[in-house]
């Protein structure tokens, strides 16, 4: 039992290239969540999803995209990167009765935009 | 405008006293509280929650106590064993409101041997 992995886990990227950050996880939970932690900040709600196919945008959605095809995988996407979006990012799933109950969260990447 | 406040980045603390950590939030809707705990390189992990029924939650060494009316709720970890050595971060939700759970900037821990 993995739990919840993210993949990769380091990445440098140029202002203005794409990448896709993948979210997985093994507990059939319904809930996932993207966040972005930033130094004295916490972490902040990206977008987040409640089941295969839906998504909905969080505290902080500029600049990215999301999507759930399946229920165990969460993307997270950034079309254009911007040095703005320098952080880790985690991912974390829930069940359904867990919206304000615990969250599971990965590992995170470490993003560098130059 | 940050809705839950840590405003202490750092604690240290001896082995075997006991750690405090606060947490302040000024939305007066959120009715559930969470601690995550948070190693270097890995994600956070769940510590311990209270509902806005109670004033005290206990988990082991872990006491959670929340006071409504200061807005404030506190992490006492009893005895401090270097192993606790960490981030937490203090995170606040309205159980009808959705998927909004808002987290504070964090409190590092050091728990000195």
């Known amino acids: 039992n993995a739990g919840v992995t993210q993949t990769p886990k380091f990445r440098v990227l140029k202002t203005g290239q794409s990448m896709t950050l993948l979210c997985a996880q093994d507990?059939?939970?319904?809930?996932m969540y993207w966040y972005r932690q930033d130094p004295g900040m916490g972490l902040r709600l990206i977008h987040y999803s409640v089941g295969e196919g839906t998504t909905a945008k969080g505290e902080v959605p500029d600049g990215y995209n999301v999507s759930r095809l399946k229920k165990q995988n969460f993307l997270l996407g950034l079309e254009s990167a911007a040095p703005s979006q320098t952080s880790v990012y985690f991912c974390?799933?829930?069940?359904?009765?867990?919206?304000?109950?615990?969250?599971?969260f990965g590992p995170g990447t470490r993003l560098t935009v130059l | 405008d940050q809705q839950v406040k840590q405003n202490s980045p750092s604690l240290s603390v001896q082995e075997g006293r006991i750690s405090i950590l606060n947490c302040d939030y000024t939305n007066s809707m959120f009715d559930y509280f969470l601690w995550y705990k948070k190693y270097p390189a890995e994600g956070p992990t769940f510590l311990i929650s209270?509902?806005?029924?109670?004033d005290k939650n206990e988990d082991g060494r872990f006491t959670v106590f929340l006071n409504k009316s200061a807005k404030h709720l506190s992490l006492h970890i009893v005895p401090s064993q270097p192993g606790d050595s960490a981030v937490y971060f203090c995170?606040?939700?309205?159980?009808?409101?959705?998927?909004?759970?808002?987290f504070g900037a964090g409190t590092r821990l050091f728990v000195k041997a």
């Open positions: 507990m059939n939970h319904e809930y």
């Open positions: 209270i509902s806005s029924i109670k």
């Open positions: 995170a606040a939700s309205v159980i009808t409101g959705g998927f909004k759970t808002i």
């Open positions: 974390a799933s829930s069940t359904r009765t867990g919206v304000y109950n615990e969250q599971f």
